[in-house]
């Protein structure tokens, strides 16, 4: 007989493990017990050798879906005397270490609501331990119901009995209920009480827009297949192009409209449930126009399955149900008035979400996640770092996708998505989050860092904050997460940035090495003109690089066909209204604005996704010329030819995108093979770009240089807060 104290830290917790353990133990005929504490699942296992190892080893490799070990340690101890496997009351302490984030209903929950004889049958609020809401109704740690917003549902004794018996699947479900205990929804249509669940169906069926209170906050929900309503939803929302995320009812129906391998459709139908960026294999007209990709997801909650088991398979708008710019809703009231001039209807329930939360935009690349967006399913999350930090330290991160790191001991805790803190509404949203992520963790922050730039909300929030640069910052949140503690070269490609010498930075070439890091190149600095309106009117940075690359007025006026072309040549010549800039975005803008796939941007980076869209169409594995220029130790990539290269083709505009994107990469190549670097890391926002990004891996992973990008942390600025944090960790700062 063997006794081991095994101890099981990561996400363990309201993720249906204790259950999964005690099954295990008793299967196996082994004694002793499980119990949470602060820290993580502590067990004490007790049998024959033999057992205790298959034991060990299905605990690694049987663990329930949503949860994640990220460390294991055991210990022999003496042989007590005890006839079975109990779990045991959680044993509390300091604040926990972890909170688990919400997870899409589970396939038993399914059957559940399917099914015409079960008690819970089409209850919209059905869960289990294996699945549920978690981090957006959790209050305070450690998670039960009485400290999250499931408080004040009295549960009835059905629902208690499935609480206390650990062999039921619903042992320990915090937020367990029915339709006799739990929240309702109910429906409101032109102001009146109008039913329910069936009444909201209809309702968009007949080509209307519903308001959905959904799991962390609001969405606008119409038939997607319905172009007028469609046109409909975008004028109200005041939002011409941008790209509307879509749900189906089943994997089936998504792959009527798009591809997805295998690892795509594993993501679909995870625990997270994201929203997962999927080539078109069919269009839907209004959806996302111009573009190759539709961001899809599966329904995961028992409120979405019901609609669609309603409704049929067929795609539903789902957006983020709040006016363009600010924070999404998530309070009923706050919906009827926000929502008031888009929504016809609105299905409301009376349970209240805590932590609001966006949808998770991800796409996969060679097994591998990036984000667009993280949030639902995968905040707040965390990453562990080889040591303890010495103070607990608040990293605010950029303005635009904000979001902020928490660290205490060896953990770097993300908050979700927040938004653009140019946005008085994100700004609160930002401010509240703060707030409730430290009080939830219990941390108490003594170091603050925040982006260089002096305009960026962080500066006014606190403006004693460490500054780090933005790019910098880049760089070392891949650093985080990988554990690159020996040297690498990264690229830090995005729209902008304010530099170490205060011009607007963007595509630099960094080498980092142990507390030390230098600029070793970038793309040759062009002169933009039109300031900040030249993110939105994309020809301005056409016409700024066709001047660059000395093409003559008549010819640019000619290349991009706008009415203001004259006078901005006037003033660009004049050096007015202009501003020096080594970045990629506004080249990504540029290269779109002259192959005449936009001119005027009504989203952010629609340039560049209808500049990949385009690529996507094209095989061609040919590239335009650059040039290398070497100065004062630095490399300068003269992007002139490229341009250049660019007019010459614009009647091909898909082929010229593919050489633009390949020529990217290639540049990526040049500098990394130039510099020597064996380990490089791709990040920034530019990266948000798969066909960039996948052709840039495939290149260096060519020369035997070993490639990272960010995978827990989002590919642009969302990152940001993370590798502030780290910069303090490891001495940048
Ligand atoms: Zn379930
Ligand atoms: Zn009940
Ligand atoms: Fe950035």
Redesign the pocket.
Known sequence: MLRKRIFIGGIVQAVGFRPFVYKLARGLGLRGWAANTPRGVVIEAQGAPAKIKIFLEALKIKAPAASRIDEITTADVPLKKENKFVIRDSIKGAAATSVPPDIAICKDCQKDIADKKNRRFRYPFTNCTNCGPRFTIIKNLPYDRAQSTMRPFK??P???AEFGDPRDRRFHAQP???????PRVSFIYKGKAAGGLEEAALQIKRGRIIAIKSLGGFHLACDALNKAVVARLRARKNRPHKPLALMFGNIKEIKKYCYANAEEERLLKSAAAPAVMLKKRRDIALISEGLYTFGVMLPYTPLHKILFDILGPAPLVMTSGNISGQPICIDNNEALDDLGDIADGFLLHDRKIHNRMDDSVLFELGGRIHFLRRARGYAPGHITLPSRLKKPMLALGANLASSFCLGKDDKLFLSQYIGDLDNAGNILYFKETIKKMQSLLNVRPQIFLRDAHPAYYAAAYNPRALKVRHHLAHALAVAAEHDLRRGFLCFAFDGAGLGADNTIWGAEFLEISRGEWRRAGCLKPVKIFGGESATKDIWKCGLSYLLAAGFKDAQIKNILRVDDAAAALGASRAGLNCYTYSGAGRLFDAAAAILGLCAQATYQAQGAMLLESAAARALTKTYYSFVVEEKGGLIFVDTAPLIRGLVADRRRPAEAAAKFHNTLARIILTAALKLRAREVALCGGVFQNKILLARAQALLAAAGIKVYANNILPVGDGAIAAGQLYAKYAGFV
Do not use: E, S
Not at 176 to 182: A, E, F, L
């Open positions: 549960i009835c059905a629902c208690r367990n209920c029915c339709p006799v205990c739990g």
